[in-house]
């Protein structure tokens, strides 16, 4: 089954989508009508990463936190790690 919309994952961090409900204070306070339910997506960005080693660029759609790691440990690395390169 296909999930509508596309499911957004990061590769590096494997972040998901979520759902997450919410409660009013009415609900907090009588413990009627409750919220809904939204769902919550990861902050992903579509990035273009040069890789030194490689010598070459590729495109991906990472998460801010994926973005902070690749920063943080190298981009060579990181994608490797992850299994991406």
Request: hydrophobic fraction near 30%.
């Amino acid at each position: 089954m296909i999930p509508y919309p596309p499911m957004r994952i990061c590769p590096i961090t494997k972040k998901i989508s979520v759902m997450r409900g919410s409660y009013s204070n009415r609900t907090r306070a009588t413990q009627y009508n409750p919220c809904g339910k939204n769902r919550s997506y990861p902050n992903m960005q579509k990035k273009r990463i040069f890789i030194p080693e490689l010598n070459k660029r590729i495109t991906l759609t990472i998460s801010a936190r994926g973005l902070k790691t690749i920063q943080k440990n190298g981009a060579y690395a990181t994608l490797k790690k992850a299994g991406v390169i």
